[in-house]
């Protein structure tokens, strides 16, 4: 398997475009390759899962059972961007106490998964956004992106954004991807990759049958695995799909 970096800051394109799902499955795809997986969600509001929050989610994928000071830091029950939420709720996020937790984690893992919350732009103080929070981690991104239309625009703008910022793109991650894809939806892998000249490593299919609010590690099993491409632990091949969708 390739080197990895020591942490991967996994943003998305949008709120809702499915960062935890991915974390999840990127996780165990990496745990299964023979890594110590740690999973951090510093910054929580609100929860894109019924019954739990994203980080209990995370945790239960992982076997991981109690709460862990360092892997959620900041916990508002509001859905909204983190500094709206911080100010509802009368605190003021301090991002070192964020990058001494991780540094925490990073030293007894092999790879650390941060999720984001939203987009690179989203508030997290006034003049510090959660394009600065990956930066001062100094972890690469993953970004995740829809499968359909439109998608090549968001994808582009968020590398473009995260590029003018000086962060790095490890690559891109395409999520819900459907069973019976249109045309847009076959012609986006291969235009994103161009595009934005960032590799897809990944590409997580849309199945009403993951029942991932149950947080099982087997709801997941027997798709992970082909998800990712081999510097994630899988054994996805960005070419061989690129030709597969647009033939088909």
């Known amino acids: 398997m390739p080197q990895l970096p020591k942490g991967i800051f996994i943003t998305g394109t949008d709120t809702g475009v499915g960062k935890t799902v991915i974390t999840a499955a990127l996780a165990l795809s990496l745990k299964r390759s023979g890594l110590n997986v740690g999973v951090m969600k510093p910054i929580q509001s609100g929860s894109s899962l019924p019954g739990m929050t994203d980080i209990e989610f995370l945790r239960t994928v992982?076997?991981?059972?109690?709460?862990?000071?360092?892997?959620?830091?900041?916990?508002?029950?509001?859905?909204?961007?983190?500094?709206?939420?911080?100010?509802?709720?009368?605190?003021?996020?301090?991002?070192?106490?964020?990058?001494?937790?991780?540094?925490?984690?990073?030293?007894?893992?092999?790879?650390?998964?941060?999720?984001?919350?939203?987009?690179?732009?989203?508030?997290?103080?006034?003049?510090?956004?959660?394009?600065?929070?990956?930066?001062?981690?100094a972890a690469p991104l993953l970004v995740v992106a829809r499968p359909?239309?439109?998608?090549?625009?968001?994808?582009?703008?968020?590398?473009?954004?995260?590029?003018?910022?000086?962060?790095?793109?490890?690559?891109?991650?395409?999520?819900?991807?459907?069973?019976?894809?249109?045309?847009?939806?076959?012609?986006?892998?291969?235009?994103?990759?161009?595009?934005?000249?960032?590799?897809?490593?990944?590409?997580?299919?849309?199945?009403p049958s993951l029942r991932v609010a149950e947080g099982s590690p087997g709801a997941m099993e027997g798709l992970f695995t082909g998800a990712f491409a081999p510097v994630l632990g899988g054994r996805f091949d960005a070419g061989e799909f690129f030709s597969r969708l647009e033939n088909s």
């Not at 076959?186 to 199945?207: C, F, K, M, Q, W």
Request: aromatic share 4%.
């Open 148 to 207: 359909g239309l439109g998608t090549i625009n968001h994808t582009a703008l968020t590398i473009e954004c995260a590029r003018g910022r000086g962060l790095t793109v490890l690559g891109v991650v395409i999520n819900a991807f459907p069973a019976s894809p249109d045309q847009a939806v076959r012609l986006n892998p291969r235009a994103i990759s161009r595009l934005t000249g960032s590799p897809v490593l990944g590409v997580y299919p849309e199945d």
């Open 62 to 137: 992982l076997g991981e059972k109690g709460p862990s000071p360092d892997d959620c830091i900041y916990d508002f029950g509001a859905p909204l961007s983190p500094q709206a939420a911080a100010s509802l709720s009368g605190e003021s996020i301090d991002p070192g106490r964020i990058k001494s937790a991780y540094a925490r984690l990073a030293l007894s893992r092999d790879v650390v998964l941060v999720e984001g919350a939203g987009g690179l732009l989203v508030p997290v103080l006034d003049d510090y956004l959660m394009a600065d929070l990956a930066r001062d981690l």
